[in-house]
């Protein structure tokens, strides 16, 4: 078996090979990696980006495909960074051709399982991960715009040998100008060259990012990218503020300390002669149009400031269960409800929100007839209705939603005493928008949704803007 490949399977010779118990289990944790990951899709911020994906054939190290999909992704500022190289290298006539990127941990793990003991030493210890792991490292070249064909480089690529470093003199000059100007490219935008393949570039912020194992087939296209905007002409669209005024009227919680309180500090002539107004405010979190962050209900979860916005703008789908909340106020969403759904609207796309249209926007802010009890301190006699656990667990699991929203106080319905919704939800890292307002104005399908929180440092929730984008085509 042929051993190159030192990138592919990464930067381990710094690295002091770990024990097997040590790699037993699944990926490390790197408890300095403080940043959101959000793995884009090269290909949906530029399709002029090419790839020659080889662990999705039969034509790399392991005589098979390892990838299930030809597909690319990096962090965000990662993927931006490489989009601005490649834009600028269209002056001189080339453009990316990029072999990976992101690579799920289980098949690091997968790598180092197929190499043998002698040769472990040029494969990533999957003990450690690799940068490829952390979404922040990129394997690839260029090629020619004008005839669409490969550059040659000093040497292949994956290729272990002198010929790969990036100090190697041997080549001709137009091989070893070729190596020089990617370099140049790629560390203009805060790229660095692993010296001993030009090929390999890890982005500067690697460190900040955490070891991931997310399969390529649960990445969705379009939300991670710009994909699920393509359709939206926003200067057509119809704008739509989901948001409840925030005043003395809002309703909070029961078991609220307080509600909202805006105290004047200023409101009048002053003496340097010009009209001055300026207020404070005060308020829980959770009241009137708020987000719930994971951290409200799941331990170690993202808390408001550290949500991505991957998560807050989205395309939305609407479910409706007015005719059902009719007849029963403390009504649940069912698997069969989304069943329905699906058959007149189609599958629920990946990295969608999930709104809930119960008809209770109509008795906002009528305390007695919004919750079901107008008894402040006391919250054991609630009723409006909600999602079900099931329901709101399988928008997670099997669909991919990456918020769920309500046009009540809760995503729970008023007698929940565990919050199973939140619970499910939340251990999944998603957020939860609720007091949703004029979820009547919505069609089943198209909307796109806004939804901005205050970004309050550590924060559980927080007030929430959410405005809805319509396309002119839709009901
Ligand atoms: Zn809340
Ligand atoms: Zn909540």
């Not at 190159?4 to 770990?18: D, E, F, G, Q």
């Not at 197929?114 to 070249?141: C, E, I």
């Not at 090629?143 to 790969?164: I, N, Q, W």
């Not at 004029?438 to 198209?446: F, K």
Request: hydrophobic content about 40%; overall charge negative.
């Amino acid at each position: 078996m042929r051993i190159h490949l030192a990138c592919a399977l990464a930067l381990v010779l710094t690295s002091p090979p770990a024990s097997a118990a040590a790699t037993a289990a699944g990926p490390p944790r790197d408890p300095t990696a403080f940043r959101e990951p959000e793995l884009v899709e090269l290909v949906t911020l530029d399709a002029t980006i090419r790839l020659d994906v080889r662990y999705a054939r039969a034509d790399n190290f392991t005589g098979r495909a390892v990838y299930p999909q030809a597909r690319v992704f990096m962090q965000r500022p990662a993927a931006a960074a490489l989009v601005r190289a490649h834009r600028a290298l269209r002056e001189q006539g080339y453009g990316l051709l990029v072999f990976d990127g992101y690579r799920p941990w289980t098949v690091t793990k997968l790598f180092w399982d197929l190499t043998p003991a002698d040769q472990k030493v040029y494969v990533a210890d999957p003990a450690k991960g690799s940068r490829h792991n952390r979404g922040s490292a990129v394997d690839l070249t260029l090629f020619e715009l004008a005839t669409g064909h490969e550059v040659k480089m000093p040497s292949a690529y994956d290729e272990a040998a002198e010929r790969a470093h990036v100090t190697y003199e041997g080549g001709t000059e137009a091989e070893r100008a070729a190596r020089d100007l990617l370099i140049d490219a790629m560390s203009r935008e805060g790229f660095f060259v692993y010296p001993y393949e030009w090929w390999h570039f890890d982005w500067k912020d690697w460190r900040d990012y955490p070891i991931l194992d997310i399969a390529f087939e649960s990445i969705p296209a379009g939300a991670a990218g710009t994909g699920g905007w393509t359709q939206l002409d926003l200067a057509s669209a119809r704008a739509i503020d989901l948001t409840w005024t925030f005043d003395e009227k809002t309703p909070y919680w029961p078991t609220s300390p307080s509600g909202f309180e805006l105290r004047q500090l200023s409101y009048g002539p002053t003496p340097g002669g010009y009209f001055y107004a300026a207020n404070s405010l005060c308020a829980p979190e959770h009241g009137g149009t708020h987000l719930d962050a994971p951290i409200h209900f799941a331990e170690g979860g993202a808390t408001v400031d550290q949500l991505s916005l991957s998560q807050l703008i989205a395309p939305a789908v609407t479910l409706d269960v007015r005719p059902q909340a009719r007849g029963d106020r403390d009504y649940r969403l069912t698997l069969e409800d989304l069943a329905a759904w699906e058959r007149r609207n189609g599958r629920i796309p990946a990295g969608a929100v999930a709104l809930l249209r119960t008809g209770w926007g109509e008795r906002w802010p009528d305390r007695k007839r919004y919750l079901g009890s107008d008894v402040r301190g006391d919250a054991s006699d609630l009723h409006f209705p909600g999602f079900g656990a099931e329901a709101a667990a399988w928008l997670v699991r099997e669909r991919g939603v990456v918020a769920l929203g309500i046009d009540t106080a809760s995503v729970d319905h008023g007698p929940s005493r565990a919050f199973e919704v939140h619970q499910a939800i939340m251990k999944a890292g998603v957020p939860a928008f609720e007091n949703v307002a004029r979820l009547e104005d919505l069609p089943e399908t198209g909307a796109y949704i806004v939804a901005l929180p205050m970004k309050i440092a550590g924060g559980s929730g927080a007030p929430l803007r959410i405005v809805a984008f319509v396309p002119s085509g839709s009901r």
